[in-house]
Nanobody, 129 residues
Framework: QVQLVESGGGAVQAGGSLRLSCAAP??????????MGWFRQAPGKAREGVAA????????VYADSIKGRFTVSRDNGKREMYLQMNSLQPEDTAIYYCAASPGCLHGTALLRDTVYSFWGQGTQVTVSS
């Protein structure tokens, strides 16, 4: 059973923007108690933590590779998380996944995939030069 559903992926040219969404319609937790994260996996590469956000949304952490270009946010009333991606580059091409963790940590630990218990199926982002 799919617990998280990503949307918003697509193909853009370098310098463009996309906004990814992650919905949690069937996750049986109080949404605001969950830490949420975005990960990506490019062909032939390991999965990489991109951004994460605390339950109330007051704490965020980003990978150095996307800092200043991507912004993570959430709407607890809608049970959704977002990733605004600006100034996209070809190296951002990957499948992007959202994930949820019932236990919240702080710091770069939130960018480790082992922290997360629930995952979406991913959405493809392709950036052409």
């Amino acid at each position: 059973q799919v617990q998280l559903v990503e949307s918003g992926g697509g193909a853009v040219q370098a310098g463009g923007s996309l906004r990814l969404s992650c919905a949690a319609p069937k996750l049986t937790y109080t949404y605001s108690s969950l830490c949420m994260g975005w990960f990506r996996q490019a062909p032939g590469k390991a999965r990489e933590g991109v951004a994460a956000i605390s339950g109330a949304g007051g704490y965020t952490v980003y990978a150095d590779s996307i800092k200043g270009r991507f912004t993570v946010s959430r709407d607890n009333g809608k049970r959704e998380m977002y990733l605004q991606m600006n100034s996209l580059q070809p190296e951002d091409t990957a499948i992007y996944y959202c994930a949820a963790s019932p236990g919240c940590l702080h710091g770069t630990a939130l960018l480790r995939d082992t922290v997360y218990s629930f995952w979406g199926q991913g959405t493809q982002v392709t950036v052409s030069s």
